[in-house]
């Protein structure tokens, strides 16, 4: 540490926002509390009783930079307004700040490391959440593949079943078709046919339809493989 006529400053190897947390962390458990923007960058905490440093209620200034090797902290202290500790009348508590800035050292590496800590914990439950979710995904899509894959052999069915049907028909129209019949019979024969036919006609868009859908449970059966 090192002293100014009116400030106490210390460099550490330590990052420029540890050191600025450990302290705010430091101010608060003391009674101290959070704080106030002032200018330049600095936090001030106004009207304080920092006993260890001044038996007096005093305004603490304390700002943190960043340098090349880690970060840069300096405190001043003031009686009130202007008022300044100088080392020439306060040397005391000048020199006992210096001393809780070299302290201060380990305070700030327990709560970087603390920090560091925290910050893993938090990646370890967001890669865990990321798996939950993952799995999830993977059960929801096997669920899907699984109704796919009973809706396309359902489909299978039902199109089997569609196409007897089909071929049914067409050789009942066929067969009524060739029918003879006298001039008398002819217009029942008419009737029986157009009506065959339309039943044929029913039967085919029918078998169409089934695999139709089909195809479409079979192009949905691959999204989903292609998904997993």
């Not at 800035?101 to 800590?117: E, H, I, N």
């Amino acid at each position: 540490a090192s002293l100014s006529h009116e400030s106490v400053q210390c460099a550490y190897a330590i990052p420029a926002s540890m050191l600025e947390g450990g302290l705010k962390k430091y101010f608060k458990e003391n009674g101290m509390g959070s704080g106030e923007k002032a200018k330049d960058g600095y936090t001030v905490y106004k009207g304080v009783n920092w006993k260890e440093i001044l038996p007096e209620k005093s305004d603490v200034y304390m700002h943190v930079h960043a340098i090349d090797s880690g970060g840069r902290v300096t405190l001043f202290i003031s009686r009130g307004y202007d008022n300044f500790l100088r080392m020439e009348t306060d040397s005391l508590p000048l020199l006992r700040l210096q001393d809780f800035l070299q302290r201060f050292r380990r305070m700030a590496m327990q709560y970087w490391l603390t920090d560091s800590m925290n910050r893993q914990e938090e990646r370890i439950h967001l890669l865990a959440k990321k798996q939950e979710n993952m799995k999830k995904e993977e059960s929801d899509l096997q669920k899907e593949k699984n109704k796919l894959e009973a809706r396309l052999s359902q489909n299978t069915i039902e199109t089997g079943n569609a196409k007897s049907v089909m071929e049914n028909e067409q050789r009942a129209l066929e067969q009524v078709r060739t029918k003879t019949a006298t001039v008398e019979n002819m217009k029942s024969l008419r009737k029986e046919v157009r009506r065959q036919e339309r039943v044929t006609h029913k039967a085919i868009r029918h078998y169409n339809l089934s695999q139709l859908s089909g195809s479409h449970l079979q192009e949905a059966l691959e999204t989903n493989a292609k998904k997993t």
